[in-house]
T-cell receptor, first 118, second 116 residues
């Protein structure tokens, strides 16, 4: 089955610093990757959609200058939280879907990255 | 705007009992997903329902989709403790009239607790 990894799994940083989270599809080519945020005891909210080689499409209310997304290859997308503040503390989950067939029918989710901003 | 609502939001079940989780959505779509999330973990894909009348079963879980009623159900048969988790349904907005494939709108989640 398709595997999506995220790195790091946990990050604690000081307020004002930037944090980069990587999302990789390990055994398939992901034409599209999605970034979600989940606050404790809440559902997942889509932040942005990224297509390889294109600019990301952000959902309403998500600051694109704060959450920088790069999808440089078919297997890697990165989310950079710039000048992080405590209210950015959350569980960030990426997902990926592929070109065709099985990998197109569903999204494969990464294990998530828990961010704590002090 | 696509809205997805689950009920109940909290479900406490005895082992061996049956129950159903409901997922209603506001705009016609023929692609719906069910996921499981354990505490502190990411999502595990359970079912992908691709058409009206689709029914899928895996172990003690069975999911169905009625696109005309805009309703999906997740039925639990003879619950066991290992099924305790949060269950989410999600609808692909592209199939609900959206313009971008793969944008999922999630329900609120149903926290299921199975006790002896």
């Amino acid at each position: 089955g398709a595997v999506v990894s995220q790195h790091p799994s946990w990050v604690i940083c000081k307020s004002g610093t930037s944090v980069k989270i990587e999302c990789r599809s390990l055994d398939f080519q992901a034409t599209t990757m999605f970034w979600y945020r989940q606050f404790p005891k809440q559902s997942l909210m889509l932040m942005a959609t990224s297509n390889e080689g294109s600019k990301a499409t952000y959902e309403q209310g998500v600051e694109k200058d704060k959450f920088l997304i790069n999808h440089a290859s078919l297997t890697l997308s990165t989310l950079t939280v710039t000048s992080a503040h405590p209210e950015d503390s959350s569980f960030y989950i990426c997902s990926a879907s592929g070109l065709a067939g099985e990998y197109q029918e569903t999204q494969y989710f990464g294990p998530g990255t828990r961010l704590l901003v002090l | 705007e696509l809205k997805v609502e689950q009920n109940p939001l909290f479900l406490s079940m005895q082992e061996g009992k049956n129950y159903t989780i409901y997922c209603n959505y506001s705009t016609t779509s023929d692609r719906l997903y069910w996921y499981r999330q354990d505490p502190g973990k990411s999502l595990e894909s359970l079912f992908v329902l691709l058409s009206n009348g689709a029914v899928k079963q895996e172990g003690r879980l069975m999911a169905s989709l009625d696109t005309k009623a805009r309703l999906s159900t997740l039925h639990i048969t003879a619950a066991v403790h290992d099924l305790s988790a949060t269950y989410f349904c999600a609808v692909d907005g592209f199939y609900a009239g959206g313009t971008s494939y793969g944008k999922l709108t999630f329900g609120q989640g149903t926290i299921l607790t199975v006790h002896p």
